[in-house]
C-alpha cells in the first residue's frame, strides 16, 4: 500500500498522525456536523488531479435529474407541496472510480492507512473499507454552468469529499444542520418544507480547492447552489463503507453510473 508524502497532503497544516490533532478534529465535527480542513492537498497534487479528470468531463455520468429531499419515491396519496412529493433538481455529473487513473494522488490519499486511521478517530468508527466494485470508490462530480445538486439528506451517516476546482460564482455548498434524527426515524416535513420554501435559515461552507471536507449528511439538509460562469466546479468524493467486500447494489450502480462494470 502506498503511504503519502509531502508531495500530496500537507502534513505540516495536518499532522493527522498525532492523537491530539484528531482529537481537534473530531471535536469540530461533532460540535458543528461539518469539518472543512483548508489546504489539505498539495497545490502541486491538485494541479496533477486537475489535468487529469479535468480533460473526461465529456465521459461524465449524467443520472436522471428529480428526486425528493430523502431520495425516496413519491406518494400519491399524498398532495403535491408535502415534502415527500416536492422535487429538486439535481443535474451534476460525475465519473466513477475506474475511469479515475491508477496514479492519481486521489488514490494516494484514498488509500493511505494513515489517512484511514486519521478518518476512522475522527469520525468515531472501527473501520472503513473501500467499495468492492469498481465504480463506487473514489469518484469526481462535475458542475459545469447552470449545474446543480438539489437539496437532499445522505443516505451514508458522512461523507468525505475534496473541493478540487471552484467556480467562478454559484456552486455554494449550503446546509440547514440538524434538522431531524433519521435514525429515530424523524421525518421533519414541517422544518423541510421551510427549507424549500427559503423560509429557514440555512449555512453556507466555503470551501477552496485542495480543503477536505467531512460532514455529517444524514441528518443536515444540504445543496450545492448553480455553478456561475465558464469554469466547472469539480468535486472529489471518497466513499467508504463500514464492512469489507460490500459493493453498491446493481440496481444502485445503475441509478447512479448508468453502467453496473
Ligand atoms: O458537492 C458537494 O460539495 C456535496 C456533495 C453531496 O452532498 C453528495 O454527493 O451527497
Ligand atoms: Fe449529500
Known amino acids: 500500500m502506498k503511504s503519502f508524502d509531502s508531495s500530496t497532503i500537507d502534513g505540516f497544516q495536518h499532522p493527522i498522525n498525532t492523537l491530539e490533532y484528531r482529537r481537534r478534529c473530531r471535536e469540530e465535527l461533532e460540535a458543528k456536523g461539518a469539518l472543512v480542513l483548508r489546504g489539505f492537498l498539495t497545490r502541486e497534487a491538485i494541479d496533477q488531479v486537475v489535468g487529469d479528470v479535468g480533460l473526461r468531463e465529456d465521459e461524465a455520468y449524467y443520472a436522471t435529474s428529480t428526486h425528493n429531499v430523502y431520495l425516496t419515491p413519491s406518494d400519491s396519496d399524498l398532495p403535491p407541496n408535502h415534502p415527500l412529493n416536492r422535487q429538486v433538481t439535481s443535474s451534476k455529473g460525475l465519473i466513477?472510480?475506474?475511469?479515475?487513473?491508477?496514479?492519481?494522488?486521489?488514490?494516494?490519499?484514498?488509500?493511505?492507512?494513515?489517512?484511514?486511521?486519521?478518518?476512522?478517530?475522527?469520525?468515531?468508527?472501527?473501520?472503513?473499507?473501500p467499495y468492492?466494485?469498481?465504480?463506487?470508490?473514489?469518484?469526481?462530480?462535475?458542475?459545469?454552468?447552470?449545474?446543480?445538486?438539489?437539496?437532499?439528506?445522505?443516505?451514508?451517516?458522512?461523507?468525505?469529499?475534496?473541493?478540487?476546482?471552484?467556480?467562478?460564482?454559484?456552486?455554494?455548498?449550503?446546509?440547514?444542520?440538524?434538522l431531524r434524527n433519521a435514525d429515530a426515524g424523524?421525518?421533519?416535513?414541517?422544518?423541510?418544507g421551510s427549507v424549500l420554501d427559503g423560509d429557514h435559515p440555512v449555512e453556507a461552507l466555503v470551501f477552496s480547492p485542495g480543503d477536505l471536507i467531512l460532514f455529517r449528511g444524514r441528518n443536515a439538509m444540504h445543496r450545492v447552489t448553480p455553478t456561475e460562469g465558464s469554469v466547472p466546479r469539480l468535486l472529489a468524493a471518497f466513499a467508504f463503507n463500514d464492512r469489507p467486500g460490500v459493493s453498491l447494489s446493481e440496481s444502485a450502480l445503475r441509478t447512479f453510473y448508468g453502467r453496473t462494470s
Do not use: K
Open 96 to 129: 466513477a472510480d475506474d475511469q479515475i487513473p491508477s496514479d492519481s494522488p486521489l488514490r494516494t490519499v484514498y488509500e493511505d492507512p494513515s489517512f484511514r486511521d486519521f478518518l476512522c478517530a475522527v469520525l468515531g468508527v472501527d473501520n472503513i473499507h
Open 132 to 178: 468492492a466494485d469498481d465504480l463506487a470508490s473514489i469518484n469526481v462530480h462535475f458542475a459545469s454552468t447552470g449545474r446543480e445538486l438539489g437539496w437532499h439528506f445522505d443516505n451514508s451517516s458522512f461523507a468525505v469529499t475534496m473541493l478540487l476546482q471552484a467556480p467562478e460564482g454559484g456552486g455554494v455548498f449550503e446546509f440547514a444542520p440538524n
Open 186 to 192: 424523524e421525518m421533519a416535513f414541517g422544518m423541510v
